[in-house]
């Protein structure tokens, strides 16, 4: 059974760092897409940054480019989201999602995900 423990989630002033952390365990095949999506209570999950291909490409939002960076850590199974120059417009529940082997869309399409974790808050305060 697939699990994603997401951890390093906290609150920090405008222009903090942040590092994210997901501990992926269960799959018996390597996911093609690994990705970081985040919610505000009330809108849609909007997908923050992703690996796909199999560690091949890297995505990421337009509103997180040039401030976050996604990475992985295959050994230790765990998947990262290092977050810089943090805006309160960061502040969401952020949520680690993995695919199946195969992945027919787009990076940030949230329904094309098979798992997920439970999500780690992060509050950025001006």
């Known amino acids: 059974q697939v699990q994603l423990v997401e951890s390093g989630g906290g609150s920090v002033q405008a222009g903090g760092s942040l590092k994210l952390a997901c501990l992926v365990s269960?799959?018996?095949?390597?996911?093609?897409?690994m990705g970081w999506f985040r919610q505000v209570s009330g809108k849609e999950r909007e997908g923050v940054a992703a690996?796909?291909?199999?560690?091949?490409?890297?995505y990421y939002a337009i509103s997180v480019l040039g401030r976050f960076t996604i990475s992985q850590d295959e050994a230790k199974k765990t998947l990262y989201l290092q977050m810089n120059s943090l805006k309160p417009e960061d502040t969401a529940v952020y949520y680690c999602?993995?695919?199946?082997?195969?992945?027919?869309?787009?990076?940030?399409?949230?329904?094309?995900?098979?798992?997920w974790g439970q999500g780690t808050q992060v509050t950025v305060s001006s």
């Open positions: 269960g799959y018996t095949y390597r996911p093609y897409c």
């Open positions: 999602a993995g695919s199946g082997l195969y992945f027919g869309g787009t990076w940030s399409s949230h329904n094309l995900y098979t798992y």
């Open positions: 690996i796909c291909d199999f560690g091949g490409s890297t």
